[in-house]
């Protein structure tokens, strides 16, 4: 990491630019308000040979121990990510409230939801056109179809898009519609899938694994931010333990641990880890009031006719109510309000 002088031009900062290049390393500038910061990112030799100690307008070189590089608060200091997506923020002082079905099943189901989203303050509308299942046989999702639909809520609403992208195949197709590509748990390691996300530029939300540690998370991160997508969220979606209570145990832990480790917004995502709609909404308060940077939940108009994850999909007929609750919370986490209050305040 090499910290530049606040006096430095910007004839410096490209020198040193040019200097990292020339051995074959990645630079990757942060221009801060006073200071910048450029990453160093190659071969450990090559960049120890730099030799910019001393160098027009460098400050200090400060080695960044981590394993992951671009995503450690080394390198930002106290300075937190925050992503415009679609005029809405997410991370700093700002809560995202994501929201929306499991899947993309019909056109009524879609855009209803999208409406009741829209109208209880939800910040972006997520939705399935590409569903991994455990089982084969299981509905895999409408694919083109499904994206198509979505468009016509994004147009209809103005609500940003997340949707998951299994395949890079279909990367140029689900990037029409997308504001936020979602990786899903299964696919958190799926290093080709993450490196091409990266070249794209497209914001990008990586969810744990179902077994992963926090630095595996952060590394996942790493493969995207290299090839120069800085607009990356991490989710915690809880991970597999012992307990059989419920269907996964959310690590409310990672959210400060984290933060701690590095600058990226930070996401839960209750319903998964739930698996019982009972349980979704005290998970997501609990969230919210850890820290979260936002939350990522489903919800359906009739969650007992849902093609899949129906128990834990909230009602859409009581989600303004639930909305107006996490609101609260996230505003007790240090969040500024995003729905019904903020609207108020706007008014």
């Given at each position: 990491?090499?910290?530049m002088?606040?006096t430095?031009t ?5 020198a040193?630019?040019?200097?990292i290049e ?15 910061v450029?990453?160093a990112?190659?071969d450990?030799?090559h960049?120890?040979?730099l030799?910019l ?5 460098v400050e200090?070189?400060?080695?960044i ?15 937190r990510?925050?992503?415009?997506i679609?005029g809405r923020?997410?991370?700093g ?9 499991c899947?993309?099943e019909?056109r ?12 209880a ?6 939705g399935?056109?590409?569903?991994p299942r455990t ?7 409408l694919?083109?179809e499904?994206l198509?639909l ?6 209809r ?13 279909d ?14 748990a299964r696919?958190?390691?799926?290093y080709?899938?993450?490196s ?21 998370l952060?590394?996942?991160a ?7 997508n800085?607009?990356v969220?991490l ?6 333990t012992?307990?059989?209570?419920y269907?996964?145990t ?18 839960v995502d ?7 709609r ?9 969230a ?5 940077d ?7 108009p009739?969650p007992d006719?849902?093609i ?5 999909q ?8 639930y ?13 500024l309000p995003f729905g019904?209050?903020?609207?108020a305040?706007r008014?």
């Amino acid at each position: 990491m090499i910290v530049m002088k606040p006096t430095a031009t910007d004839e410096q900062v490209q020198a040193v630019i040019e200097r990292i290049e020339s051995v074959g390393a990645q630079a990757h500038p942060s221009r801060g308000e006073e200071v910048t910061v450029i990453g160093a990112i190659g071969d450990r030799e090559h960049v120890a040979r730099l030799g910019l100690e001393g160098h027009e307008g460098v400050e200090k070189v400060v080695p960044i121990l981590k394993p992951y590089k671009l995503a450690s608060t080394q390198l930002k200091g106290e300075a937190r990510t925050v992503l415009e997506i679609g005029g809405r923020r997410i991370g700093g002082d700002h809560f995202a409230l994501i929201a929306g079905p499991c899947t993309v099943e019909t056109r009524d189901q879609t855009l209803d939801t999208a409406d009741a989203m829209l109208a209880a303050g939800a910040t972006m509308f997520r939705g399935g056109a590409y569903k991994p299942r455990t089982s084969p046989y299981a509905f895999q999702g409408l694919g083109q179809e499904g994206l198509r639909l979505l468009a016509e809520a994004k147009e209809r609403t103005g609500l940003p898009i997340v949707t998951e992208l299994m395949d890079a195949r279909d990367i140029e197709a689900v990037a029409e519609v997308a504001d936020v590509i979602q990786i899903g748990a299964r696919n958190m390691q799926n290093y080709p899938l993450l490196s091409e996300i990266g070249r794209s530029g497209i914001p990008v939300l990586i969810k744990r694994g179902l077994s992963s540690t926090l630095e595996e998370l952060i590394m996942a991160a790493e493969y995207v931010l290299k090839e120069g997508n800085e607009a990356v969220m991490l989710c915690e979606r809880g991970i597999r333990t012992f307990e059989t209570a419920y269907r996964f145990t959310l690590d409310l832990t990672a959210i400060p641990v984290l933060k701690e480790m590095t600058h990226l917004p930070v996401v839960v995502d209750p319903s998964h880890a739930a698996g019982r709609r009972a349980l979704v909404e005290p998970l997501s308060l609990a969230a919210a009031a850890a820290g979260a940077d936002g939350i990522i939940v489903e919800c359906h108009p009739e969650p007992d006719e849902a093609i899949c994850d129906g128990p834990q999909q909230l009602r859409v007929d009581g989600f303004a109510e639930y909305a107006a609750k996490v609101e609260q919370a996230a505003i007790l986490g240090g969040k500024l309000p995003f729905g019904a209050t903020a609207a108020a305040a706007r008014a």
